[in-house]
C-alpha cells in the first residue's frame, strides 16, 4: 500500500505567533493531525506543493494577508482549504482570493457554517464543518463542572451580525 505524502502549510507569520505562546489553539490541533498523519507542518509563505498528495492549508487567504501563494492554484495535489476566520471584512482581493481557493479545493473545511452557505453556497458540496475551537482533551478532561454559576453563559469574541449564533445565545440566556 503506497503511503501518502502531505503537508500542514501554514503563513509564517503564524510561526512567529505559536513561538510567542498567541493562537495556540490551532497549534494543538495542528500539531495532532501531525501526529496522526505523519504530515510535517510547514510555515511557509512560498509552499512548494511538488510531489504531495495532498495539503492541508490554513487561513489563506485571510483579511488581513489577502494574497494567495504562488503555486497553490495550479498544484496537482489534492487541497484541504481549512479557512479558519470566514470574513474578509471588505478586503476584495480577500473575498476573489477566497473564491478562487475554494473553486480549486477538494475539501473546504470550517466553521460559521450559516454565514458560509450564505456567502458561498455554491461550495457547499465540498463543505465540511469544523467548529473554531480545539484543545487537547487531556488538558480539561480533570476539570469539575461548576454546578452553581455566576452567570448563566459565557460568550467569547465579537458579537455583531457576522456571528448570529453568538447573538441568539446572548439575546436568550
Same mark, same amino acid.
Given at each position: 500500500m503506497k503511503s501518502i505524502k502531505?503537508?500542514? $502549510? &501554514? =503563513?509564517s507569520f503564524y510561526q512567529r505567533r505559536h513561538e510567542n505562546g498567541q493562537? &495556540? &489553539? !490551532? =497549534?494543538?490541533? !495542528?500539531? =495532532? $493531525?501531525? =501526529?496522526?498523519? @505523519? !504530515?510535517?507542518?510547514v510555515?511557509?509563505?512560498? %509552499?512548494?506543493?511538488? @510531489?504531495?498528495?495532498? /495539503?492541508?492549508?490554513?487561513?489563506?487567504?485571510?483579511?488581513?494577508?489577502?494574497?494567495? %501563494? /504562488? @503555486? $497553490?492554484?495550479k498544484s496537482k495535489a489534492k487541497i484541504? +482549504? !481549512?479557512? @479558519?476566520?470566514? %470574513?474578509c471584512y471588505g478586503n476584495k482581493l480577500c473575498i476573489k482570493n477566497k473564491r478562487r481557493i475554494f473553486e480549486r479545493s477538494n475539501v473546504i473545511m470550517g466553521g460559521f457554517r450559516e454565514r458560509f452557505l450564505e456567502w458561498y453556497p455554491e461550495f457547499a458540496y465540498k463543505y465540511a464543518f469544523f467548529p473554531g475551537h480545539y484543545f487537547p482533551y487531556e488538558r480539561y478532561e480533570k476539570l469539575k463542572t461548576n454546578m452553581r454559576?455566576?452567570?448563566? +453563559?459565557?460568550?467569547s469574541g465579537a458579537n455583531n451580525v457576522r456571528y448570529p449564533l453568538r447573538s441568539y445565545i446572548k439575546k436568550y440566556c
Open positions: 502531505g503537508a500542514i $502549510i &501554514m =503563513r493562537g &495556540m &489553539m !490551532f =497549534r494543538y490541533l !495542528f500539531e =495532532r $493531525i501531525q =501526529r496522526y498523519t @505523519g !504530515f510535517p507542518l510555515y511557509t509563505d512560498s %509552499p512548494d506543493l511538488r @510531489g504531495l498528495d495532498v /495539503a492541508l492549508i490554513f487561513a489563506t487567504p485571510y483579511h488581513n494577508s489577502p494574497e494567495l %501563494p /504562488a @503555486g $497553490i492554484l484541504i +482549504c !481549512f479557512y @479558519g476566520d470566514l %470574513p454559576p455566576l452567570m448563566n +453563559c459565557l460568550l
